[in-house]
């Protein structure tokens, strides 16, 4: 195998790993936060309804996947009390999707837990060359929403 398909391998396996890695570190210092009755698909809907003007339609396509299965999720989020529908401005049929205190405050756990999950990561490489991968990573990014692996 030529180095060039041996270095794609190992980049595809250590990214894969290391989002794997990261996803469950923000979640579990969440849960540690107080926010036990969570999973990580969670946190990627906090962050579409979040930004504001979300429906449960505009979540279903955010997360790729269908609006009844959005719905059950909204329907749960709503019963835990992270988040609120109220009337749509425009569409009397739909509802925005808001985050209640308890789901901003869940933000800010998660966002708090995110710094801390790559702080071993820059302890590592150092500030610059930490900050120099995160540049890297940024010229990659993906073009659509950051979505969990179903």
């Given at each position: 195998?030529?180095d060039?398909?041996?270095?794609?391998?190992?980049?595809?396996?250590?990214?894969?790993?290391?989002?794997?890695?990261?996803?469950?570190?923000?979640?579990?210092?969440?849960?540690?936060?107080?926010?036990?009755?969570?999973?990580?698909?969670?946190?990627?809907?906090?962050?579409?309804?979040?930004?504001?003007?979300?429906?449960?339609?505009?979540?279903?396509?955010?997360?790729?996947?269908?609006?009844?299965?959005?719905?059950?999720?909204?329907?749960?989020?709503?019963?835990?009390?992270?988040?609120?529908?109220?009337?749509?401005?425009?569409?009397?049929?739909?509802?925005?999707?808001?985050?209640?205190?308890?789901?901003?405050a869940?933000?800010r756990?998660?966002?708090?837990?995110?710094v801390?999950?790559?702080?071993?990561?820059?302890?590592?490489?150092?500030?610059?060359?930490?900050?120099?991968?995160?540049?890297?990573?940024?010229?990659?990014?993906?073009?659509?929403?950051?979505?969990?692996?179903?």
């Open positions: 195998m030529p060039a398909d041996a270095d794609a391998l190992a980049f595809s396996a250590l990214v894969l790993a290391l989002a794997g890695e990261l996803v469950q570190g923000i979640h579990q210092r969440v849960v540690d936060a107080g926010f036990d009755d969570l999973r990580p698909t969670h946190g990627f809907a906090f962050v579409r309804i979040s930004h504001g003007g979300a429906t449960t339609a505009d979540l279903a396509e955010h997360l790729g996947v269908t609006k009844q299965a959005a719905a059950q999720l909204v329907d749960e989020l709503v019963r835990k009390g992270y988040v609120e529908r109220t009337p749509h401005p425009t569409d009397a049929r739909a509802r925005l999707l808001r985050l209640t205190e308890r789901g901003w869940c933000t756990a998660a966002d708090a837990a995110a801390a999950a790559v702080e071993p990561w820059r302890a590592t490489l150092g500030p610059e060359r930490f900050a120099a991968l995160v540049r890297d990573l940024a010229a990659l990014r993906p073009k659509g929403p950051i979505r969990p692996a179903w």
